[in-house]
Structure formats: structure tokens, C-alpha cells
């Protein structure tokens, strides 16, 4: 098994260790006592998956400051034999290890100085939290964009598919004859679509990188000259500029639940 990639190193866990003054993070029971304790874990307070090892903004997720010491399964054995769970599992985890849900930084209060609630611990509390809930809201954003850069590429394909197919009806068949004889102007080109396709590909690659920032601007662009599109070729095929009016409300409506959360993030 390799590392992940964001493991404590041995430097950060002797720091942590020696904040806590060598106590558990949640319960304060002494770390060093070997009867009580002979494997205390070093636990994440913002879990390792939340994080993109590529970028360094995510560095803290391996820093002292994102590290808490608890007391591990092996504490609390009360007789040979009888294992109840310590402060890593309960707390650091929710009683749910496999899951990576952790527990809320407020809640270590022997987090600094071998004191219950010190300064300190408040104030990385207040400040780890911050992060964290940040990260979170970028990974949301991050996956509501995905969805939206998605949906809307569906729907390039679509009508660009759909367009070309009445060009080819309309120039090469027979039918097409009679077909061209009901519309009263000439069909626009199917390059109509190419801005939208080309900014809504390039919204798909930013978005993987985890460029929210310029994901979402290669997306409005791409919407932009999609509804461009849409209008010159519903104008066309069904007489009314307006047709692709209902697709329009629904994109809308999505839209501005994503611009209300990265004007959040960008302030
Ligand atoms: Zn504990």
C-alpha cells in the first residue's frame, strides 16, 4: 500500500503529540499511559478526500493544523479480551470509520496545551473550520457545474444532431424536396453551434481540473452561444424565435442556484 497523499509526517505527528501534551484530543485521558493506551491515532480533522493532491491551496490537509492525537480502539479495555471503542472511533468518525465522516474540530477540546477548552484551541477551531467548510462548498459547486456542464452538452448534441439531420433532409433527399418548399428561408448552418460546443468542452476539461473559477466561465460562455444557436435554429425549423423558450427557463433556473454559490466563494 502507498502512502495517501495526505499522511501526516513523522515531524507533524511529534508537533501535534506535543500540543496536546501528549492527551486525547476529545476525552483528555493521558496518551502516554501505556495500561490505558499503547497505540493513540493520529486522525484527520478534515478527512484526506475532500482534498485535490494536485493542488496546493489543499496542502493543509496534512499540516499539524489539520492533525488531532485520540485515544484508538485499544483504550478502555476494561478486562483482557473486552474491547470498547475509544475517542477515534466515536468521535473522530461518528461511529463511522469507513466512511471518512469526521467530527467537527469545536468538539476537541483538549486540542492545545493540555487544557480543556484553552484560547487556543477556540481559536483553531473557529480557523480549521473555516477551511474545511470552504473546501466543502467548492466540492459542491464543483459537482453542481459538473452536472450543468453535462446537461447542457446533451443538449448541444442534441440539436446540432437533430439541425444537421434536417439539412441533410432538406438538401440531399427527395423529400427533401417538399420538405424545403415549407420553410420560407434558408436554413441556417449547422456551424451555428460550434462556439457553444467549443466553450462547453472546454468547460468539461477546466471542470476536471477542479478550475472551478474558469469552468464556469467557459460554461456561460458555451450557454450563451448555445441559446444563440438555439433561437437562429427554432426560428428556422418551427417559425418562432421563442421555441426553445421552456429549455431556456429550465438551464436558467440551475444557473442561478450555481452563480449564488461562486459569488459565495469568490467574495
Ligand atoms: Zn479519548
Not at 467537527?104 to 474545511?132: C, M, V, Y
Not at 440531399?172 to 460546443?197: C, D, H, M, V
Request: proline residues 3%; contains cysteine; aromatic residues 10%.
Amino acid at each position: 500500500m502507498g502512502k495517501r497523499p495526505y499522511d501526516f509526517s513523522e515531524e507533524t505527528l511529534r508537533a501535534v503529540f506535543a500540543r496536546q501534551r501528549g492527551l486525547c484530543a476529545s476525552c483528555g485521558e493521558d496518551l502516554n499511559d501505556q495500561s490505558i493506551s499503547d497505540n493513540p491515532n493520529a486522525h484527520h480533522v478534515y478527512e484526506n478526500q475532500i482534498g485535490d493532491p494536485n493542488n496546493p491551496d489543499h496542502d493543509w490537509l496534512r499540516s499539524p493544523d489539520n492533525c488531532v492525537y485520540l485515544c484508538s480502539d485499544l483504550y478502555k479495555t476494561a478486562k483482557p479480551g473486552e474491547k470498547l471503542e475509544g475517542c477515534h472511533h466515536h468521535v473522530g468518525h461518528n461511529d463511522n470509520s469507513s466512511t471518512g465522516a469526521a467530527g467537527s474540530a469545536e468538539h476537541f477540546l483538549f486540542s492545545h496545551d493540555g487544557i480543556e477548552n484553552s484560547p487556543n484551541h477556540q481559536a483553531w477551531a473557529k480557523s480549521i473550520t473555516e477551511r474545511g467548510e470552504n473546501l466543502y462548498n467548492i466540492r459542491g459547486a464543483l459537482s453542481q457545474m459538473r452536472l450543468l456542464q453535462a446537461t447542457l452538452k446533451n443538449s448541444i448534441d442534441l440539436y446540432s444532431s437533430e439541425h444537421k439531420a434536417q439539412l441533410d433532409l432538406v438538401t440531399q433527399s427527395f423529400a427533401g424536396f417538399w420538405t424545403n418548399n415549407l420553410f420560407n428561408s434558408k436554413p441556417p448552418e449547422i456551424g451555428i453551434w460550434l462556439n457553444s460546443y467549443s466553450y462547453i468542452l472546454r468547460s468539461g476539461t477546466e471542470l476536471s481540473h477542479g478550475n472551478l473559477k474558469q469552468g464556469a466561465i467557459a460554461y456561460f460562455r458555451a450557454r450563451h452561444h448555445y441559446l444563440k444557436a438555439l433561437g437562429a435554429y427554432s426560428k428556422w425549423k418551427d417559425g418562432i424565435e421563442g421555441a426553445g423558450t421552456k429549455m431556456q427557463w429550465a438551464i436558467g433556473v440551475s444557473a442561478v442556484t450555481v452563480v449564488a454559490s461562486f459569488v459565495v466563494l469568490v467574495r
